[in-house]
């Protein structure tokens, strides 16, 4: 068994990412898509195996989602960030759902 730790982070702007740093999780505040994009691939390079990308930075970063879609890591999972929900995340899970099962099952 592999003594390697994995990181998670949480990606977003800092009023909807800063309650999660009382879980223990690395927090990155970012305000604009291009730091978010920096902060994405750097998280990507390091030992991070999950990422929660807040849905409204996402909507800015889809390419950079897409090139690490198939990758074992970072996962890239979307949560709603301080707006509230758009449905980008759940319909990312939707797709993949669809993807395992061959339908649509949510």
Do not use: C, W
């Not at 929660?52 to 889809?62: I, K, M, N, R, S």
């Not at 509230?84 to 061959?102: C, D, F, H, W």
Request: aromatic fraction near 4%.
């Amino acid at each position: 068994m592999s003594n390697e730790k994995y990181r998670i982070a949480v990606l977003g702007d800092q009023a909807s990412v800063l309650g999660f740093k009382a879980l223990g999780l690395d927090v990155y505040p970012a305000e604009t898509v291009e730091a978010a994009r920096e902060i994405l691939h750097r998280l990507a390079k390091s030992d991070t195996a999950i990422i929660y990308l807040t849905e409204q930075l996402a909507q800015g970063l889809e390419p950079e989602i897409a090139r690490y879609k198939d990758n074992l890591t970072p996962a890239i999972i979307l949560i709603p960030g301080k707006g509230g929900s758009l449905g980008i995340g759940m319909a990312n899970v939707k797709k993949s759902v669809e993807r395992a099962v061959g339908t649509d099952i949510l």
